[in-house]
């Protein structure tokens, strides 16, 4: 795969289509802009119009050819999911789909349906997403997962966190359950005799908006680490390295290589046994085709 992916490893993108979930802000904003950049058409799937047409008015301020595209999506109503799912099948096929968008952190919240935000947005919703459209990707489907996926325990009886919410236990949850679903997904991509591949990344840690929801003690002290950390155009680095890096597999994980995987550039990332457990993750896999209503037929 190679190692020291950045920005200026991102090759010409023109004639492909990218949809990038949680465009208009942080990471995602980053990897539309430089997608945008090389040429491809991105299309900014977000859950606020406003925010997206803000976003899109900057990338063409600093990339003035810039071929864009709102998608109207909120992960947190399955409804709307399949809403946005149909529009983009009624379109252009998909080089890639990257799926960014998530929420870390948040006061107890429950989607549409009533599930526990984090693991309704970052996981369920993003299941139901890909499931609907990867018959409509060519290349690449992109989840994106969090170094905190390494202490997270999936909580079967309990997914919507009825019976208490703590919300860092909560996040890693969600963030496990995307990387068991990105090799769950990889694995039957490939036994499917498809061409498409599934991959995972991580963007260290990266100051963007998802930080909003710390402690005040802990955001107060964000200005005397940022040296330490990702900006978020860096923190988009392993992101652009998933979409689009040529020595990238199927099933791969990249994230950056500094100390911790922290920063820097990306190359690939480590993922706990618990991550690449097959049992577990078809077991997730299940319960999410009952709990979405959408089954990916692999």
Known sequence: MGSGFTADNVSAQTGRVFLITGANAGIGFETAKLLAA???????????????????????AEVPQADLTFQPLDLADLDRVRDAAAAVLAGPRLHGLINNAGVMIPPRTLTKQGFELQFGVNHLGTFAFTGLLHRHVDHRIVITASLAHKEGQIDFSDLSATRGYSRWPRYQMSKLANLLTMFELDRRLRAAGRETEAVGCHPGVALTELTRHLPWPLRSMTPLATPFFNSAARGAWPTLQAATGPKVRGGDYVGPQGLGEISGPSGAARATGRARDPRLARELWDRSVELTGVDPGL
């Open 38 to 60: 090389r040429g491809a058409h991105v299309i900014l799937a977000c859950r606020d119009a406003a925010r997206a047409e803000a976003a899109m008015a900057h990338i063409r």
